[in-house]
């Protein structure tokens, strides 16, 4: 770090920081640092940073070298079409989710003002991109932590979506005698062993929301059971899972009576999301 007084350009500090991290990690980092967006860093690159920012921003350079995430080192993450909150007390939202929110779209595209439930909410994120895309639906967002349960609301006021209502509980439990036109989660699914979760960003996410027993499906296995409590005629429910558990997924909703069960791919064309529609007359 130089000691100029009048500063060292950013693409500069960029190219130096490039050398020691990912320069896609860098530069959100140096525009956190900045409290600036791409347009200006396009506009000023080669403005001088002053060196209080530049040291503001080595410090974080130092912290992603060590591992901590960058959605954690700058407090936010975008996902979908939002910019949304998110701290370690939530799951960083990430890019294959977005394969289970198209889906539930196109569930409710051709019905409007109806119920959503989004279990396991974290930061919102599912429930907030559904809100936003359907705005006379009214989502419902769960979740049994009250530090990201409060992450979701702040972001539910954020983007002024007065269609989503957060609950503290776990999974059903805030939901008790209600019934919705689709239930969307993306609950912990690792198995407890998994040796991933002891590498890269995964280390500094919180457990409860990552790892799910032996197998990864105990959190899977208890939202099945319970859903057809909480589904309409017609209803669906919408599960992501890793991408070895598509069959698992597959036939635990088989055996609990769903229909249309299907099993979907990400943008990486691994298996992301299984879904299933609860039949009207079913027995529960």
């Known amino acids: 770090m130089s000691d100029d007084p009048a500063g060292i350009p950013a693409e500069q500090l960029l190219r130096q920081a490039a050398l020691r991290i990912d320069r896609r990690d860098a530069e959100p980092l140096l525009l956190h640092a900045l409290s600036r967006d791409r347009a200006w860093l396009f506009a000023h690159g080669r403005d001088p940073v002053p060196p209080t920012m530049a040291q503001a921003f080595e410090a974080l350079v130092q912290r992603r070298q060590a591992g901590e995430p960058v959605a954690y080192l700058t407090g936010s993450r975008g996902f979908w079409t939002l910019d949304l909150a998110v701290s370690t007390a939530t799951l960083i939202p990430r890019a294959d989710t977005e394969a289970l929110v198209e889906l539930a779209l196109e569930r409710l595209e051709h019905t409007p003002g109806r119920r959503v439930a989004d279990l396991g909410t974290g930061s919102g994120a599912i429930a907030l991109a559904i809100a ?102 017609g209803g669906w429910l919408l599960l992501e899972h890793g991408w070895d558990q598509g069959a698992a997924v597959a036939e635990l909703l088989r055996a609990r009576g769903f229909t249309h069960v299907a099993t979907h791919q990400d943008l990486e064309q691994r298996d992301r999301v299984t879904l299933g529609c609860w039949e009207a007359g079913a027995t529960q």
Not at 175 to 196: K, M, Q, T, V
Request: hydrophobic share 40%; with cysteine.
């Open 132 to 233: 936003s895309e359907r705005p006379q639906a009214q989502v419902i967002a769960t979740d049994a932590s009250a530090a990201a349960l409060a992450i979701a609301q702040r972001n539910a006021d954020s983007h002024r979506l007065s269609n989503v209502h957060c609950r503290h509980g776990s999974w059903f439990a805030p939901l008790a005698g209600e019934r919705f036109d689709l239930i969307a989660s993306n609950p912990p699914y690792i198995a407890a062993g998994d040796p991933h979760l002891a590498q890269g960003d995964l280390r500094y996410e919180p457990a409860s929301a990552l790892a799910s027993g032996s197998d990864g499906l105990d959190d899977i296995r208890s939202i099945v059971a319970d859903a057809p409590a909480h589904l309409r005629a």
